[in-house]
């Protein structure tokens, strides 16, 4: 008898995921009010692969992102990475668990203490997890390695954020996410702060790391262009609810969605990119 084949398990699996915020009273004896920024939110990610959440402003693709790296708890629902809870993970287990996923945050210029050397902001990632560590050396052999990965050199360790243009800082928080060497990187809105030319530059990088070492990209973008070139499949978010899912060309190409159509079109010369 041919043995049971038991099916991989999705790196990222998110399941009725749900955040409501409670909003200050508008009188004293009144009712508490509250906001759903999302309901009911499911998709599942495989190793290797890119999944891209768009929507507009105010849609909860931000708040998706903090809840699937426990920046935040969810009201209801399951964040699993490699089939662990995520929200029912504490202590050291957590921390453990963190070193498979990363972010990369949306303002290069704000993401970055400018108080530290290169350093220290690459491998902070390394000293907050606790990961035990050879000494110094082989923490700078490892920083030294991540910034090369980049694009960037060796002796850029030893100088400070404003040292950098805005293209050369957001590669050095990619190269933060990389040095716990992850299987997940989150990344919200990586290029909208910068420059069209760096835009590329960037996204090029992004996409050789992965296919370099097998990364998965959760992408929170509003450029349905960007999602497009960079992911396999996206997830369109209206007010926290899922209104659409699917692979990237055939949404974008054959949207269903009132509210998807409405994305595509506003896409400048929309039929170049898609």
Same mark, same amino acid.
């Given at each position: 008898?041919?043995?049971?084949?038991?099916?991989?398990?999705?790196?990222?699996?998110? /399941?009725?995921?749900?955040? $409501?915020?409670?909003?200050? $009273?508008?009188?004293?004896?009144?009712?508490?009010?509250?906001?759903?920024?999302?309901?009911?939110?499911?998709?599942?990610?495989?190793?290797?692969?890119?999944?891209?959440?768009?929507?507009?402003?105010?849609?909860?693709?931000?708040?998706?992102?903090?809840?699937?790296?426990?920046?935040?708890?969810?009201?209801?629902?399951? *964040?699993?990475?490699?089939?662990?809870?995520?929200?029912?993970? $504490?202590?050291?287990?957590?921390?453990?668990?963190?070193?498979?996923?990363?972010?990369?945050?949306?303002?290069? @210029?704000?993401?970055?203490?400018?108080?530290?050397?290169?350093? %220290?902001?690459?491998?902070?990632?390394?000293?907050?997890?606790?990961?035990?560590?050879?000494?110094?050396?082989?923490?700078?052999?490892?920083?030294?390695?991540?910034? %090369?990965?980049?694009?960037?050199?060796?002796?850029?360790?030893?100088? @400070?954020?404003?040292?950098?243009?805005?293209?050369?800082?957001?590669?050095?928080?990619?190269? $933060?996410?990389?040095?716990?060497?992850?299987?997940?990187?989150?990344?919200?809105?990586?290029?909208?702060?910068?420059?069209?030319?760096?835009?590329? /530059?960037?996204? %090029?990088?992004?996409?050789?790391?992965?296919?370099?070492?097998?990364?998965?990209?959760?992408? *929170?973008?509003?450029?349905?262009? *960007?999602?497009?070139?960079?992911?396999?499949?996206?997830?369109?978010?209206?007010?926290?609810?899922? *209104?659409?899912?699917?692979?990237?060309?055939?949404?974008?190409?054959?949207?269903?969605?009132? @509210?998807?159509?409405?994305?595509?079109?506003?896409?400048?010369?929309?039929?170049?990119?898609?």
């Amino acid at each position: 008898m041919m043995p049971l084949q038991v099916p991989d398990i999705p790196l990222l699996q998110v /399941q009725h995921l749900g955040r $409501r915020f409670e909003m200050p $009273r508008s009188r004293l004896w009144g009712p508490a009010a509250s906001l759903q920024a999302l309901s009911d939110v499911s998709f599942c990610l495989q190793a290797g692969k890119s999944l891209g959440i768009v929507g507009e402003s105010g849609s909860g693709k931000s708040t998706l992102a903090r809840l699937v790296m426990a920046l935040d708890q969810a009201s209801q629902g399951q *964040v699993l990475f490699k089939g662990v809870d995520v929200h029912q993970t $504490r202590g050291e287990a957590l921390r453990h668990l963190r070193s498979g996923f990363q972010m990369i945050f949306q303002d290069p @210029y704000g993401s970055l203490d400018p108080r530290q050397k290169i350093f %220290n902001v690459v491998t902070e990632p390394i000293q907050t997890l606790r990961k035990p560590s050879d000494g110094r050396s082989e923490l700078r052999d490892r920083a030294a390695q991540a910034l %090369n990965e980049v694009g960037l050199r060796t002796p850029d360790l030893d100088k @400070y954020p404003h040292e950098f243009s805005g293209g050369q800082r957001q590669r050095i928080a990619i190269a $933060r996410a990389l040095i716990t060497r992850p299987a997940l990187i989150v990344a919200d809105e990586p290029v909208s702060a910068l420059d069209v030319s760096v835009q590329a /530059q960037v996204l %090029n990088l992004m996409m050789d790391l992965q296919d370099r070492h097998g990364l998965s990209y959760l992408l *929170v973008s509003h450029d349905l262009a *960007v999602v497009n070139l960079m992911c396999d499949d996206v997830l369109v978010l209206q007010s926290g609810c899922v *209104v659409e899912k699917g692979p990237a060309q055939q949404v974008f190409q054959h949207a269903v969605h009132p @509210y998807t159509r409405k994305l595509v079109s506003a896409v400048p010369g929309q039929r170049d990119h898609f």
